[in-house]
């Protein structure tokens, strides 16, 4: 993974790559975080395969592209038929979806720089009020090292599960997509040595596109009172 899908964090992918190309080990990276939000440069980052998602820079979903370094060993395809992407996912091509991969890429590679200060200042901004507004607030992972538009944060003296549905207006997630359905702490907040109970009092943020310096400030109210309001249930000295 370039970059983590729930915290937000950068893994030194042009390291590994490094690593690996030096002991003879072929190198797969799921970039579908940071294509369209990071410059990339596969040549820096020592890649033999590359995944992308359309989705996660705006364009249509259903559609994904695969990056093969030339000289790269050839995959055996998972889908066999009529020989269309080089005989490596045969089935009639998905062509608007093809397009509007392409179209998306493009559009956010013209304002990728210029995006990705824009968005870094409000994320600052967003958890430097959490802070204030909020004690006990525990940031997740590394700030600097960190996707622009992400921002994971676990607020001390919450009851597990109960923050989310404290906020039914705000468009936030107290997890990764993919996890949704589990009611365990997140494996990745484990694994960085995050408390159990700490852990399923997270909430992540993410920042798009379309987010406004406003809209910032209405989070930060928002989950304040929630934090306040839930921590005051528990009969917590906050």
């Avoid at 210029?114 to 009020?129: F, W």
């Avoid at 906020?167 to 990764?176: E, F, K």
């Avoid at 009092?201 to 839930?230: F, N, P, S, W, Y």
Wanted: with cysteine.
């Amino acid at each position: 993974m370039h970059v983590n899908n729930e915290v937000g964090t950068l893994q030194p992918v042009a390291a590994i790559g490094e690593l690996c190309r030096r002991h003879g080990a072929l190198f797969h990276c799921d970039a579908v975080q940071s294509v369209g939000k990071l410059p990339l440069d596969l040549n820096t980052l020592a890649v033999d395969y590359l995944a992308l998602s359309a989705h996660k820079l705006y364009g249509p979903k259903g559609i994904g592209a695969l990056y093969c370094r030339s000289g790269a060993p050839a995959l055996s395809p998972l889908i066999s038929g009529g020989g269309q992407e080089f005989g490596m996912r045969s089935g009639t091509l998905n062509v608007p979806g093809i397009v509007g991969l392409g179209v998306a890429a493009e559009l956010a590679g013209t304002e990728i720089a210029s995006e990705a200060l824009r968005l870094t200042s409000l994320r600052n901004r967003l958890y430097a009020g959490l802070c204030q507004e909020i004690p006990g607030t525990h940031l997740s992972g590394s700030l600097s090292e960190r996707l622009p538009g992400n921002l994971h944060v676990c607020f001390e003296g919450l009851r597990p599960g109960t923050l989310g549905r404290a906020l039914p207006t705000l468009a936030a997630s107290a997890g990764s997509a993919c996890s949704a359905s589990s009611a365990k702490p997140s494996h990745v907040l484990t694994a960085l040595g995050i408390a159990p109970e700490l852990a399923q009092a997270g909430l992540r943020l993410t920042l798009g596109r379309m987010t406004t310096a406003d809209e910032i400030e209405q989070a930060i109210a928002l989950i304040g009172a929630a934090v306040t309001k839930l921590r005051s249930t528990k009969g917590l000295p906050f």
